[in-house]
């Protein structure tokens, strides 16, 4: 039993952590990634709409795949017309492109590339809808009792839910079973030839010990995120949803794992995540409260409208510096978020096949490469490119 005075010490506590108020009655979780235990929950099991934190998802069973040794990172994956059909966020390849299952990883989870998780999805599945169903049987497996997926990206179904609880035991079983792809979740960017492209995880940099993992947003689901971080050897993971916008979706959780870390140290709930009950529920559709109230124009605040991926534009340095509320840790000399991010690592990426990857591999994206156009004359004498066959989808 909690104590009065406990309880007295919780209320103060939570009542302090700002405008991303508990009250607020969004979805929120904490837990301890090595025990499972629960710090905290907040209709933890009621459904939401995940948006992009499904990628968590696509990664984890691509990663098996891996592991099961039915594909490996320098496998090479087409892009094909379904991917470049997809909505952005995407990275918009001509179709045709080749590029290796690790670098479409770190443009899933950097970029946040709507098509590229068509593509994975094609890669190790032979189509999307195979892919959906394994995605759904590992989520079974993992004891994600409120998550259904129909796609492997998170554009908005409404068929296409999961909850706190779910995701939270997702981003743990990720960072415990696969934990050499931990870079993948803590990289600000990716260098893709000359141009950087940048996450959308603004914590990544600002908040102490933040080292992942996953942004998502639509109109009916809001801002979510799952966020994690490492002090010392404890590492917690926070999960947010419904958040009305970029910034308070980041403060939100960076108070939470800052409560975390140390006044909730002592507060246990002694329950497990995979315990928490599960609660007869519809994801509502924030698509009136999230979008349609704006007065103004989504770009002039800083937002890409209902494109699947709604962070702040260009989420790296100074991105959170415009109205940017700074709340203090028991530190008085270290603010909860740094206004100007440190450095964090940034991945290299590039199209085609790995140079230094399996011959096997490299003949392989050779023959799916489309060939060079021929070129014909014409009557006049100027050239003409004349189209040529595309080549046959990868298969397994």
Same mark, same amino acid.
């Given at each position: 039993m909690?104590?009065?005075?406990?309880?007295?010490?919780?209320?103060v506590? %939570?009542? #302090?952590?700002?405008?991303?108020?508990?009250?607020a009655?969004?979805?929120a979780?904490?837990?301890?990634?090595?025990?499972?235990r629960?710090?905290?929950?907040?209709? #933890?099991t009621?459904?939401?709409? $995940?948006?992009?934190?499904?990628?968590?998802?696509?990664?984890?069973?691509?990663?098996?795949?891996?592991?099961? *040794?039915?594909?490996?990172?320098?496998?090479?994956l087409?892009?094909?017309q379904r991917?470049?059909e997809?909505?952005?966020?995407k990275?918009?390849f001509? =179709? *045709?492109?080749?590029?290796? =299952?690790?670098?479409a990883l770190?443009l899933?989870?950097?970029?946040?590339?709507?098509?590229?998780?068509? @593509?994975l999805?094609?890669g190790?599945?032979?189509?999307?809808e195979?892919?959906?169903?394994?995605?759904? &049987?590992?989520?079974?497996? %993992?004891?994600?009792?409120?998550?259904?997926?129909?796609?492997?990206?998170g554009?908005y /179904?409404?068929?296409? =839910?999961?909850? !706190?609880r779910?995701?939270?035991?997702? +981003?743990? &079983?990720?960072?415990?079973?696969?934990?050499?792809? +931990?870079?993948?979740?803590?990289?600000?960017?990716v260098?893709?030839g000359?141009r %950087?492209?940048?996450?959308?995880?603004?914590?990544?940099?600002?908040?102490e010990?933040?080292d992942?993992m996953?942004?998502?947003?639509?109109c009916?689901?809001?801002?979510?995120?799952?966020?994690? !971080?490492?002090?010392?050897?404890r590492?917690?993971?926070?999960?947010?949803?419904?958040?009305?916008?970029?910034?308070?979706?980041?403060?939100h +959780? !960076?108070?939470?794992?800052?409560a975390?870390f140390?006044?909730? @140290?002592?507060?246990?709930t002694?329950?497990?995540?995979? @315990?928490? #009950?599960?609660?007869?529920?519809?994801?509502?559709?924030?698509?009136?409260?999230?979008c349609?109230?704006?007065k103004?124009a989504?770009?002039?605040?800083?937002?890409?409208a209902?494109?699947?991926? *709604?962070?702040l534009?260009? &989420?790296g340095?100074?991105?959170?510096?415009?109205?940017? @509320?700074?709340?203090?840790? *028991?530190?008085?000399?270290?603010?909860?978020l740094l206004?100007?991010?440190?450095?964090? $690592?940034v991945?290299?990426?590039?199209?085609?096949?790995? $140079?230094?990857?399996?011959?096997?591999?490299?003949?392989?994206?050779?023959?799916?490469?489309?060939? !060079?156009?021929?070129?014909?004359?014409?009557?006049?004498?100027? /050239? =003409?490119?004349m189209?040529?066959?595309?080549?046959?989808k990868?298969t397994?």
């Open positions: 909690m104590t009065r005075s406990l309880r007295l010490m919780l209320c506590l %939570l009542a #302090a952590m700002g405008p991303a108020s508990l009250a009655a969004k979805p979780l904490v837990i301890d990634a090595d025990s499972g629960v710090l905290y929950a907040q209709e #933890a009621h459904r939401w709409f $995940p948006a992009s934190l499904t990628k968590l998802m696509t990664t984890y069973v691509v990663l098996n795949a891996v592991k099961q *040794g039915r594909i490996s990172l320098d496998t090479p087409v892009y094909t991917a470049q997809e909505q952005p966020s990275m918009g001509p =179709v *045709g492109t080749v590029i290796t =299952v690790e670098n770190k899933l989870i950097v970029k946040s590339a709507n098509d590229l998780a068509v @593509t999805a094609e190790v599945g032979g189509n999307v195979t892919f959906v169903t394994e995605m759904n &049987a590992v989520a079974r497996q %993992l004891g994600m009792r409120e998550s259904n997926f129909t796609n492997p990206n554009w /179904d409404p068929l296409q =839910v999961t909850s !706190a779910d995701m939270a035991i997702l +981003a743990r &079983a990720i960072y415990r079973d696969y934990p050499q792809s +931990a870079m993948l979740y803590k990289a600000t960017g260098q893709l000359k %950087l492209i940048r996450g959308h995880n603004s914590l990544l940099g600002r908040f010990g933040a992942g996953k942004t998502g947003f639509t009916p689901s809001g801002f979510n995120l799952v966020a994690s !971080a490492q002090r010392g050897q590492r917690l993971i926070a999960v947010v949803m419904g958040e009305a916008n970029a910034k308070e979706r980041t403060q +959780a !960076a108070q939470m794992l800052e975390g140390g006044s909730w @140290t002592f507060w246990r002694g329950q497990e995540v995979q @315990t928490l #009950a599960s609660v007869a529920s519809e994801a509502p559709n924030m698509r009136a409260e999230i349609e109230k704006k103004v989504p770009e002039a605040v800083g937002e890409v209902d494109n699947g991926e *709604g962070d534009v260009g &989420a340095p100074g991105a959170l510096k415009a109205g940017l @509320t700074m709340s203090y840790t *028991g530190d008085a000399q270290r603010p909860l206004e100007k991010p440190e450095p964090g $690592p991945l290299q990426g590039f199209l085609g096949p790995n $140079p230094n990857g399996p011959p096997e591999f490299i003949a392989l994206a050779e023959r799916l490469a489309p060939p !060079a156009p021929v070129i014909e004359k014409t009557a006049s004498g100027s /050239d =003409v490119p189209p040529r066959p595309r080549p046959a990868l397994k």
